[in-house]
């Protein structure tokens, strides 16, 4: 007796397991993450990231060309100022750090790839949220959006294409493309964190903004355990005229990505968050993981449950090793 379905046959050499392939992974599906520290006289590795820098200008300016020349998709940038208040007035500033970084790339590498900021207050505020505290220490969500429609007006002159508001303040999509809109900037795209977790896997994230916050953020992140608020978050984002919408963490949460991708009318990026990336390289430091192997199964997973975009701290090696395979490249 033998089967007369095999499915073997279709895997019984490399091309035609490329001929078969249902998920691609390509180079301009990946957007890296980059973080940009004032004041900063030499590039320096993020202890609980390694291989991620706190750049300096100039450095940054230099990892953003490799990038692009790597053939990535965008790049995400983040500032690490060297002073804080409780308003996060350095974020609007357009001698900010952030704000100066962006002028930098774009002049750098102008429309060769998508230039990302990200629109929230954490890294510039002396209590680490990404909001303004009321009188009793609670962020105050109307008075955020304000502010985030100044902070994403100093981002669009900067020169960003596309901005990310990742701070969960409710109506801060329609807020930030009201502003947008009244100066002019009909063109500047929003990438919505629509379904952002309260998530274990930002800590060396925390280390990387040098972050300030004590406590946690559960009162505007969303809780683990839902999915349908989710799909809530991201039509309401929609609705206000998000352009791209964002799950945040990534390979944790591929249900959600899964459901967003069937919902969403817009493109539906995730990312791979730090936590994601330091467990990996954890283990491939100590040879228990190896990394090209395993960067390469954990993207193809995200992009196979849904994700149009993979925002990912490997986003430039993984594009240098996705244009060395077979059938590789940035198409």
């Known amino acids: 007796m033998y089967p007369s379905v095999r499915p073997r046959r279709l895997r019984r050499n490399a091309a035609l397991r490329r001929l078969v392939s249902e998920t691609d992974v390509r180079p301009r599906h990946l957007v890296l993450p ?22 300096t200008r100039d450095s940054l300016r230099a990892a953003a060309v490799d990038a692009v020349e790597a053939g990535v998709g965008g790049l995400m940038l983040f500032g690490v100022p060297s002073e804080r208040d409780a308003t996060g007035s350095a974020a609007a500033d357009p001698d900010g750090i952030l704000n100066v970084a962006l002028r930098d790339v774009a002049a750098e590498v102008g429309d060769d790839t998508v230039l990302m900021a990200d629109t929230c207050l954490d890294e510039f505020t002396d209590h680490g949220h990404c909001g303004v505290l009321d009188d009793q220490g609670n962020v105050d969500n109307d008075r955020t959006l304000r502010l985030y429609g100044e902070m994403a007006l100093a981002q669009a002159e900067a020169g960003a294409h596309v901005l990310g508001p990742s701070g969960m303040m409710d109506g801060q999509i329609g807020a930030i493309r009201e502003t947008l809109d009244a100066a002019g900037f009909h063109d500047t795209s929003l990438l919505a964190y629509s379904a952002k977790y309260s998530s274990a896997f930002y800590g060396p994230f925390r280390d990387a903004v040098d972050s300030q916050l004590s406590g946690d953020r559960k009162t505007y992140q969303q809780d683990p355990a839902n999915g349908r608020e989710a799909a809530r978050e991201v039509g309401q984002d929609i609705a206000e005229g998000a352009d791209m919408v964002m799950v945040k963490p990534a390979m944790s949460y591929t ?77």
């Open 34 to 55: 980059m973080f940009v520290r004032e004041g900063a006289d030499e590039p320096v590795e993020i202890p609980s990231m390694p291989g991620v820098m706190h750049h």
């Open 255 to 331: 249900d959600l990505v899964r459901q967003t991708a069937e919902i969403s009318e817009v493109p539906v990026a995730a990312y791979q968050v730090s936590g994601e990336y330091s467990m990996v390289e954890a283990a491939v430091e100590r040879g228990w993981l190896d990394r090209q192997r395993t960067v390469l199964e954990t993207l193809t997973s995200i992009r196979r449950a849904g994700a149009d975009i993979v925002l990912t701290y490997w986003a430039a090696r993984a594009a240098r090793w996705l244009r060395e395979e077979p059938g590789g490249g940035a198409a």
